[in-house]
C-alpha cells in the first residue's frame, strides 16, 4: 500500500472525538473556532497589502497629524528626542596608521586639522542658503522634516543633485511618496520589472525609480498623484528612507498604523464625550403635551421641519405654553468611567507606539521615581535606535555625495598654504560618525557618582561616558586644556586645584515617603533635604 493511501486511510479511521482531542493539542494560535473566526487564517505578502493600500494609509496618517493631538504629540517626540534642538553634530575620522616601533604595534593618528576643515564645510552648507533646492530649510530643518515625513507617511525619497547649484555642487530635494505610484507596475521584454514605481534590475537590484512629474499648477488645482507624465531617476542619485519591518520589503508604511484604529476611536469617543457634557452643561429639557390637550405654539419659533425650538440664555426664566408639561433631559456627563477608560485606551497606544504612556498622555499623577526612570530609560534606548537608523539611511547618504561634490568643487580650502583639500583622498575622508543628541537626569548628582565608580572599577570609560552625553572625547579634552591654560595665563589660577578643594557632602538619603498626590501611590526621597521623585 503506498503512503498517501496509508495515511488516507488512518486519517478515515480517527473518529471526531479523536479528531477533536488532536486539534486541542495543537496550537491554541493555530486553533479555528468561533473565538478565532475573524482572526487571519493565511498570509498575504507584505508588498501586496502596501500596493493595495499604501495610499489610503497615508492619507489617513496625514489626517491623523493635523487633527488628532496624540499623532501630533507623537511626531513632536519624535523630532525632540531623535533630532533635538541642536541636530546631529559631524565629527570626521579620517587619519593615517603609523608603526610605533615602541610598542611594534600600528597606531592610528586622526588627522585633526584636515577633519576640523571638513567639518566646518560642512556645518557651512549646512544653512539654508544651500541646503535644500528651494533654500527654505537649514540641515537640522531639513532633517527633521526627512524623519517625521518618514515616520508619518512610511517613507520619503530624497533626491541628490549635484552640478552648478552652490559653491559646493551638492544640494537635496526631497520628494513625496506620492509621486512614486503604488500602482505603476510593468513586466518588461528585457526582464526587467517595475514595482511599485521602483525599476529593478533582472537580477533583483534597485536601477532606478519613476516618479510623476509635477509642477505647483499640479498640486493646487489637479490631482498631481495620478499624472500620466513620469521621470525617471537612477538609483545611486536616490535616497529611499523608510524602515523596514519585513525581509524584502519594498515600501514603507507608517509608524502609526498598530495603534492608528484605536486613536480614531478614541477621538470619536472623546467628541461624542464632550458633545455630551456640553449637552448636560445646557440642561436642556423637553415639552410634552399633557393629555386631553390640543396644544397650539403661538409666536414661538420653528426649524425647517416645523419643530418648536426655544433658545434659553443663562439665568433666563422660561414659561411653559398651556397644554404641555416641561421635563428635563440629563445625559449625565462627564461620566465617571471616562478617564479611567481614556487612560486603558492610551496604554495600549503608548506601546503600539513604543513611547512612555505618561509623556504621551501628558499624565503624570501617581509617577514615582523608580516608574519614571524605568519609562525613560526603555523611551530613550527606542530614540537611541531610531537616531542609528537615521544615520544609517540618511545621514551617511548625504555626507558622502556633499564630500564628493565639495572635493570636486574644491570649496574645502586650507586656509594657510590656500589649497583644497583633494578628490583623490576621498576615501581617506569619507570617515564620519554622526552624533545625535543626548539626555540629562532629573539627578545628575547620582549620574556622575556612579559614572565616577564605574571608570573607577574599569566598568566604563571616560570616552563612552562622554560620548554617550553626545560629546567628542578629545574635544571635550581639548576644550579643558584651553580653559585651563586660558584661565592660569590670565587670573594666575590653577583651575583643577581651585576644583579638587571644594568640599563635597555625602548625599543623604532618607525613607521613601507618599508623595502627597492625592492617590497615595507615589513615593518620593529626600536628598540632602530636597523632595524628590514626584511630578
Known amino acids: 500500500m503506498k503512503f498517501k493511501e496509508k495515511i488516507l486511510n488512518l486519517l478515515g479511521a480517527v473518529d471526531k472525538r479523536h479528531v477533536s482531542e488532536l486539534s486541542k493539542r495543537a496550537f491554541a494560535m493555530a486553533q479555528i473556532s468561533r473565538s478565532t473566526n475573524d482572526w487571519v487564517a493565511f498570509a498575504r505578502s507584505i508588498n501586496y497589502d502596501i500596493k493595495s493600500g499604501g495610499k489610503l494609509l497615508r492619507d489617513r496618517a496625514r489626517d491623523m497629524a493635523k487633527n488628532d493631538p496624540y499623532a501630533k504629540k507623537l511626531l513632536k517626540m519624535v523630532r525632540k528626542n531623535v533630532i533635538g534642538p541642536d541636530g546631529f553634530t559631524l565629527r570626521v575620522k579620517s587619519g593615517e596608521y603609523s608603526y610605533n616601533p615602541k610598542t611594534k604595534t600600528f597606531d592610528f593618528e586622526l588627522d585633526k586639522s584636515a577633519n576640523q576643515l571638513i567639518q566646518d564645510a560642512f556645518w ?309 560618525q554622526f552624533i545625535g543628541r543626548r539626555w540629562t537626569w532629573v539627578d545628575p548628582e547620582k549620574e556622575i557618582n556612579a559614572n565616577v565608580k564605574a571608570v573607577a572599577s574599569f566598568q566604563s570609560t571616560l570616552e563612552k561616558i562622554v560620548g554617550e552625553q553626545g560629546y567628542e572625547f578629545e574635544e571635550i579634552i581639548d576644550q579643558i586644556a584651553r580653559e585651563q591654560a586660558y584661565i592660569k595665563d590670565k587670573l594666575g589660577i590653577d583651575l583643577i586645584s581651585v576644583l579638587n578643594k571644594i568640599p563635597t557632602e555625602p548625599v543623604k538619603e532618607t525613607p521613601e515617603e507618599n508623595n502627597n498626590n492625592g492617590n497615595g501611590n507615589g513615593k518620593a526621597k529626600r536628598i540632602n533635604g530636597i523632595r524628590v521623585g514626584e511630578y
Not at 545621514?395 to 586650507?414: F, H, K, P, R, T
Open 124 to 432: 557651512r552648507w549646512g544653512n539654508k542658503k544651500y541646503c535644500t533646492n528651494k533654500g527654505d530649510l537649514s540641515f537640522r530643518e531639513l532633517n527633521q522634516l526627512v524623519l517625521s515625513t518618514a515616520f508619518q507617511d512610511g517613507e520619503i525619497f530624497v533626491h541628490h543633485l549635484k552640478g552648478k547649484y552652490n559653491k559646493y555642487g551638492y544640494t537635496i530635494q526631497l520628494i513625496n511618496a506620492d509621486y512614486c505610484d503604488e500602482m505603476f507596475n510593468q513586466e518588461l521584454p528585457n526582464g526587467e520589472l517595475i514595482i511599485m514605481g521602483i525599476h529593478y534590475t533582472a537580477t533583483g537590484k534597485v536601477k532606478g525609480y519613476w516618479f510623476n512629474k509635477r509642477t505647483l499648477k499640479d498640486e493646487l488645482i489637479y490631482n498631481y498623484y495620478s499624472a500620466s507624465e513620469k521621470v525617471f531617476i537612477p538609483a545611486e542619485r536616490i535616497s529611499h528612507v523608510f524602515i523596514k519591518e519585513v525581509d524584502n520589503q519594498l515600501r514603507g508604511v507608517t509608524q502609526f498604523a498598530p495603534a492608528a484604529l484605536r486613536v480614531k476611536m478614541l477621538s470619536g469617543w472623546d467628541e461624542a464625550s464632550l458633545i455630551h457634557a456640553r449637552a448636560a452643561a445646557c440642561t436642556t429639557g423637553v415639552l410634552k403635551p399633557k393629555e386631553n390637550s390640543n396644544p397650539d405654539f403661538i409666536g414661538y419659533n420653528k426649524d425647517s421641519d416645523n419643530n418648536v425650538v426655544q433658545d434659553l440664555a443663562p439665568n433666563e426664566m422660561f414659561v411653559v405654553p398651556d397644554g404641555y408639561d416641561f421635563g428635563t433631559h440629563d445625559p449625565k456627563f462627564p461620566h465617571e468611567q471616562h478617564a479611567p477608560f481614556n487612560k486603558s485606551i492610551l496604554k495600549s497606544v503608548a506601546s503600539g507606539w513604543d513611547v512612555s504612556y505618561h509623556t504621551l498622555a501628558s499624565d503624570y499623577e501617581g509617577v514615582t521615581w523608580t516608574s519614571s526612570r524605568t519609562a525613560l530609560l526603555d523611551e530613550r534606548d527606542g530614540w537611541k535606535d531610531l537616531q542609528s537608523w537615521f544615520v544609517e539611511h540618511f545621514l551617511n547618504d548625504v555626507y558622502s555625495n556633499w564630500l564628493e561634490m565639495a572635493l570636486l568643487s574644491g570649496s574645502i580650502i586650507n586656509p594657510v598654504t590656500g589649497n583644497s583639500l583633494p578628490i583623490e583622498k576621498y576615501e581617506k575622508f569619507n570617515e564620519m
